[in-house]
């Protein structure tokens, strides 16, 4: 997926599974942004991506950070607003981010 054309792209780190599934369900429900996919950054640390409209990406991310945090676990947020084209290229590789697509 590249995010050319994308407003905004969302990326959260969680510290621990469990939290980050918090977050992941809390963030898909909080708003319309789409879920990207996921990595395992290092150690505990997992990542997530998510896009969408600005104000939908921050939305998600709140809720996503509460339900991390409420699970006792670190957590690391930022939004990119317009994200230039070679950020997308490098999240859009296949060993990057393990997209969630039943396969």
């Known amino acids: 997926m590249?995010?050319?054309?994308?407003?905004?792209?969302?990326?959260?780190?969680?510290?621990?599974y469990v939290a980050m599934a918090a977050a992941v369900e809390a963030m898909e429900k909080a708003s319309d942004a789409a879920y990207v996919g996921h990595q395992r950054s290092g150690g505990v640390a997992m990542t997530a991506v998510i896009e969408g409209e600005i104000s939908s990406v921050q939305y998600a991310l709140e809720a996503g950070e509460a339900a991390a945090r409420k699970a006792n676990a670190d957590v690391r947020s930022s939004v990119l607003i317009h994200p230039d084209t070679e950020v997308g290229q490098v999240l859009s590789?296949?060993?990057?981010?393990e997209a969630d697509d039943g396969e």
């Open 93 to 97: 590789l296949p060993e990057v981010l």
């Open 2 to 16: 590249a995010f050319g054309e994308t407003v905004a792209v969302g990326i959260i780190e969680v510290d621990g």
